[in-house]
């Protein structure tokens, strides 16, 4: 089957630094952090909208891409896990997906709530958030 | 910015053969389709429960990427809307986001219902429903 290539359209800004410190989903406590947005994908900013929430699709960069089974929370006295049944950032395709706050918006900066993305993320994507709301 | 290269896992059987006549979004009808997975991601798979709901990622391979703006629903009476705040496959990396429910498992075949993707279309990740469930 053909490959695609993804053409990131920004970086994630985050105290974030160190992957082994990040919480496992937003929900636990991750910091407020700054999308940065290439001038090119400035049109496609224009109605987001501070007090919504978004989907946000990154590229998990640091991942391990020859992952196909994990141990959730590093348990290894059960059997490994299908990594399509968890949220681990090792698999084929480390896209990552987070549901964020917008909190505010300036130009191509965007800053929002709970992100847990490490600093220098590549950014792949932003979505709306279908009702009802979800995936927190 | 480094591109990045996504190697498709899998692709949609389904009746769905024309994107003028596909359903926006899953809930509009949208048929019951088939996943099918290459062997390769075979181990990836193993934990796939029937009567869960999953998050499918495929990636909109009939996409125009210098999309930027559009008029939701085709309407030329107001103003175009920032691609990033619509579910437009017309974005710059059209990955695709559906919520499924999985009816059935058999091997690397996976059965789901109320797929809005067209037949061939690519697979790139399948991850976890998150508590409150959503996005449909």
Do not use: C, Y
């Not at 636990?28 to 007090?51: C, I, K, N, S, Y």
């Not at 959730?72 to 968890?86: E, I, N, Q």
């Amino acid at each position: 089957m053909t490959d695609f290539v993804l053409h990131p359209i920004g970086w994630v800004e985050s105290p974030l630094q160190d992957r082994a410190a990040a919480p496992k989903q937003g929900d636990e406590g991750a910091p407020d952090a700054w999308l940065r947005f290439t001038e090119a994908a400035g049109p496609g900013l224009r109605d987001l909208t501070a007090g919504t929430d978004v989907l946000l699709l990154t590229w998990l960069d640091r991942a391990d891409r020859d992952t196909l089974t994990v141990h959730p929370r590093g348990d290894l006295s059960r059997p490994a896990t299908g990594v399509f049944s968890t949220r681990s950032p090792d698999r084929p395709n480390p896209v990552g997906l987070h549901r964020v706050t917008i909190l505010a918006v300036a130009g191509t900066r965007v800053h929002v709530r709970g992100l847990e993305a490490l600093d220098g993320t590549p950014i792949v994507d932003v979505k709306p958030v279908l009702d009802p709301i979800g995936d927190r």
